[in-house]
């Protein structure tokens, strides 16, 4: 039988228009799909001759700058936005409209009211929508997840998450400094992966909070001139919040770019009353795993490399131990997206995965505004 192929069209050319191009290129190399995939278009705006070098070292065959053309295209089936957050409700809505999947980058929109309206067009158009919460894709917090669903940690009582990373006080102004473009900052940018991990792990939700949000640095030179002018920071460095989940388990999230030394500290650590598993990124490829069930003498942590055949994501091309990296997360996502589109199957994690993060995230700045625990 021949195979369906997926055409795509890609919204940005900066650090997730690589990640999400390279993916594209590799899902169908790595892994035996049940659709193939075509690189249609790649649209972002800078010059042609950038547009060009770009699309050529990744494959993408034709650029466009005007990304409401790129979604009113017949001859593509997939949209990925991988713009700044300000853009992705109108991109994703309109994407919808047209009759294309779509993939978004999280956090999915910059308010809570652009993430549920993205999530009503995805359904109401009937088109598989994905939230590119890519950390789920790694082999680790796959087992992770699966060990919680096999009850081996037992009652959850603590979720421990820390996002970490490590900028540049000095640094010039970027949309992710401002509010009105990216929505907030370490909140949305690392906090929201925390809180997707979360859920993804333990199947809970945040239902109350009470929350602090923090700007240290709160000017920046708005260009790499010497003599450039200051702007004003509008969003936060540093975001923590203490949590209680609907299945009774207590949780400490912190999000920090100003963590000297932590370059993409994602960890979580979950402790149970039959064990404990903790992940970092920086280590991504194993878990520690704590079996309580085990006698005392020899119970604590087991490092485990989840990259065997027998572990969630394993197999591909890739022998056990090889371990994968951070851009084959998205390659993982990307097959995931591409076989839910060939089965005509939900893709998880969706818009609604982004929805319920989003909540957290309105939940977490009303906290702070009020001074005050708040009901998700
Ligand atoms: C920047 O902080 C960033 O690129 C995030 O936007 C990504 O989501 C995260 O995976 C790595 O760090």
């Known amino acids: 039988m021949t195979k369906k ?12 228009g690589v990640a999400h191009s390279n993916a594209y290129r590799n899902a169908g190399i790595w892994y035996d799909l049940p ?12 010059t042609e001759e950038n547009l060009r070098k770009f699309a050529d070292k990744f494959g993408w065959k034709e650029i466009e700058t005007d990304w409401r053309k790129l979604v009113a295209r017949d001859d593509i089936d997939l949209i990925s936005v991988a713009s700044p957050g300000f853009l992705h409700r109108d991109m994703a809505i309109a ?21 549920e309206a993205m999530w009503e067009a995805a359904k109401k158009n009937n088109v598989i929508s994905a939230c590119g919460f890519s950390y789920r894709f790694t082999p680790a917090t796959a087992l992770a ?20 990373q490590d900028w540049d006080e000095k640094g010039p102004m970027v949309w992710r400094f401002k509010k009105e473009l990216a929505g907030s900052g370490a909140l ?34 708005v260009s790499n001139e010497p003599d450039a002018e200051m702007g004003d920071v509008t969003v936060d460095d540093v975001a923590q919040f203490i949590c209680e989940f609907d299945n009774g388990a207590t949780g400490n999230f912190e999000a920090t770019r100003f963590a000297g030394g932590r370059k993409n500290h994602n960890c979580i650590e979950i402790n149970g009353s039959k064990g404990s598993v903790y992940w970092d990124f920086e280590d991504q ?40 990296g ?3 997360t998205f390659v993982l996502e990307v ?13 998880v994690p969706s818009f609604e995965d982004g929805v319920k993060v989003q909540r957290v995230l309105d939940a977490i700045d009303r906290s702070f505004a009020e001074r005050k625990w708040v009901n998700v």
């Open 5 to 16: 192929t997926i055409r795509v069209g890609l919204i940005g050319h900066q650090f997730m």
């Open 35 to 46: 659709a193939n995939i075509e690189m249609v278009c790649l649209c972002a705006k800078d």
């Open 95 to 115: 994407a919808a409209e047209h009759g294309k999947h779509v993939l978004c980058e999280k956090p999915l929109a910059n308010d809570l009211a652009s993430a």
């Open 145 to 164: 997840k699966r060990l919680v669903d096999e009850g081996r940690i037992g009652e959850i009582y603590h979720v421990h998450a820390r996002y970490a």
């Open 188 to 221: 949305g940018d690392l906090g929201s992966h925390s809180i997707d991990l979360s859920r993804f792990i333990t199947g809970g939700e945040i239902v109350s909070l009470v929350a602090q949000l923090k700007t240290f640095v709160k000017k920046r030179p």
């Open 285 to 324: 490829n194993y878990l520690l795993f704590c079996d309580k069930t085990e006698s005392k003498e020899t119970q604590g942590f087991v490092k485990i490399n989840a990259t065997d055949d027998g572990h969630p994501y394993g197999g591909g091309p890739w022998p056990q131990g090889h371990g994968i």
């Open 326 to 328: 951070y851009a084959d």
């Open 335 to 347: 097959a995931n997206l591409v076989r839910a589109i060939a089965e005509g199957r939900p893709h």
